[in-house]
């Protein structure tokens, strides 16, 4: 008697194959990123800062925190936005080393961690603001 097979009957060594192709693949990759030089992990790097600032409603985060540090019912206030919403964005940020935090009681208070972002924000809108 024989047992009916469902997919192909080759199908567990086609995805051992492919299984050894994703490991070659990462492994080209390491090898191909242990060789990129200083100045496109840095151009890399620059990118992926570029990417957190992205979101308008991070531009507004960092704007405001450009001014003074606030905290979050400051900025719920000021921008307009749900409590949740600038928290997720402030998450983003954070993560991002961006900005920092200080604790005071259940409250927190956001600050820049450097006033570099609140320059290239204050350029981006200034750039934006210009006729063509």
Request: overall charge positive.
């Amino acid at each position: 008697m024989q047992v009916a097979r469902s997919g192909p009957p080759c199908a567990l060594p086609a995805q051992r194959a492919c299984a050894r192709a994703d490991q070659l693949h990462k492994q080209i990759g390491i090898c191909l990123y242990s060789s990129v030089s200083a100045q496109t992990r840095v151009f890399e790097a620059a990118g992926e800062l570029l990417k957190v600032l992205a979101a308008p409603a991070r531009l507004a985060i960092v704007t405001e925190l450009a001014e003074q540090p606030r905290y979050v019912h400051e900025l719920v206030e000021r921008l307009g936005m749900s409590q949740p919403l600038v928290s997720q964005h402030l998450r983003v940020l954070r993560s991002a080393r961006l900005v920092g935090v200080e604790r005071h009681g259940r409250a927190a208070v956001y600050s820049l961690a450097d006033q570099h972002v609140a320059h290239i924000v204050a350029d981006a809108v200034h750039h934006s603001r210009e006729e063509p």
